[in-house]
Every structure is written in C-alpha cells, then in structure tokens.
C-alpha cells in the first residue's frame, strides 16, 4: 500500500475500534444480550462430533461473551479474542474461568502459526475496515485443513442503510450514526477474499432471524439476513 493509505487505514481502524468501546461502555448491559445467535446451533452440533479434548477453538471477536456458553460445548480448549476492553470486562464471571482470554486487534493476534482447529468470527466482517488483513491473520493462526466460521450480510440485509451514510465512496462503505463502520459484501467479493487469504469454501448457507434492540445501539427490533460461510485452510 502506499503509505498516506496506509496511515488512512490505521487511523481508520483506530477511530472504529475507539468507538466500539465507548459503546461498550455505554451502559451495564450486554450490548447483543444473553442468547447466542441462533444459526450457531446448527454449526456447533457438526463440530461436536468431529473436534476432541485436545483441539484448539478460538471465538474472534468475542466481544461480550454472547456465543461462548454454546460454543464451549464443542470439546476442546476454547479461548476468545477482542479489541475492546469494556466488551471483554462483560463477559460472565464463569465463563471467564474456563476460557483463555485475550485483548488484541484482531489482524494483530498473539498466537502461533498453526494453533487452532477452529475459529469463529461472528458478526464481526462488515465492521471491519481491515478485513483482508484479518482473513490472512485468521489463515495464518489455523491449522492446515482448520476451519473458519463466519458470517458477512449482503445488502438484503435489513439494516442496509438505515441510518448509515456513505462517506467513503471509493470502497462502497458506510458509517451508521456517523461512528461505527459497515461494509456489505456479495458472495462473489466473500469467495474472491477468501481465496486472497489461502481459504476454500466449503459450505455457504443463507440464514434469516431477529434481533431484539440493542440499548444505545439500535432501537427497533429487526431481522438479520446473513451468508455463513465455512471455510478451510488450504
């Protein structure tokens, strides 16, 4: 990159991360709420039959702790991942027990080459202005043959564009309330990153549910429209 987009891209991700954590901070409760999204039960029944004790699964961009309690059923040694410290500091007192967690950016993680044999990055894609540089952060910490999980919404997403505004033209991105960046991706652009990254995709599924508001975030209820992909380290 050159290096004034490069020093752009920083301050942009510094700017993003800042104001994530003002949200967090925000107020006592958890952002996202309590129950795990609901398309993970489909994903964590497959890996309970497939990990064991002594597999490595990480949860990036964990923030508060929403899926933990269902992804800890899936055997193995569950460690989890975020930028925010006010996120991390909600996470349950007993789950914080049980699982190895870290503060760091997600493109800067403090692990080996080839630890895990799983990880999970849900709901974290289309706020990342640096996604690229995560997708080859995640391919450089699995295992070979490991596998990423994650969902990133296309525009049929319902919230595409409420209260967002496009100041950065040039990558077709967006700011909701001014703050907090989004970007919406079409399979096509999902299979041409993950490909960049050393990814095959083996599996991409469409799923639909609703969220209740989250406080100082959004206040309605609303439905999420997301591609999950699964995808494997070449």
Not at 48 to 73: F, H, P, Q
Not at 86 to 98: M, Q, R, T, V
């Amino acid at each position: 990159l050159p290096l004034n987009t490069y020093y752009i891209r920083m301050s942009r991700d510094k700017k993003n991360l800042q104001e994530w954590d003002k949200l967090y901070q925000s107020t006592e409760q958890r952002i996202w709420g309590d129950n795990p999204i609901e398309f993970l039960f489909d994903y964590v029944e497959q890996f309970e039959k497939t990990l064991n004790t002594s597999s490595k699964i990480l949860d990036a961009g964990t923030g508060e702790g929403r899926n933990l309690s269902l992804i800890s059923r899936i055997p193995g040694q569950l460690h989890a991942v975020d930028g925010s410290k006010h996120a991390l500091s909600k996470i349950p007192i007993e789950l914080k027990n049980k699982i190895d967690i870290q503060q760091a950016l997600l493109h800067e993680l403090p692990y080996e080459n080839d630890t895990f044999d799983l990880i999970f990055g849900i709901d974290i894609f289309e706020t990342l202005p640096n996604i690229q540089d995560v997708l080859n952060e995640f391919v450089r910490i699995l295992k070979k043959d490991g596998n990423l999980i994650c969902n990133i919404p296309s525009e049929e997403d319902t919230i595409y564009g409420i209260d967002m505004e496009n100041p950065i033209e040039e990558e077709n991105a967006w700011m909701y309330q001014n703050k907090y960046y989004y970007k919406f991706y079409s399979p096509d652009e999902v299979m041409h990153m993950f490909s960049n990254a050393g990814l095959r995709v083996i599996s991409n599924k469409r799923y639909e549910w609703m969220e209740q508001a989250h406080p100082n975030f959004r206040s309605n209820d609303h439905k999420h429209i997301s591609q999950v992909y699964v995808g494997s380290k070449i």
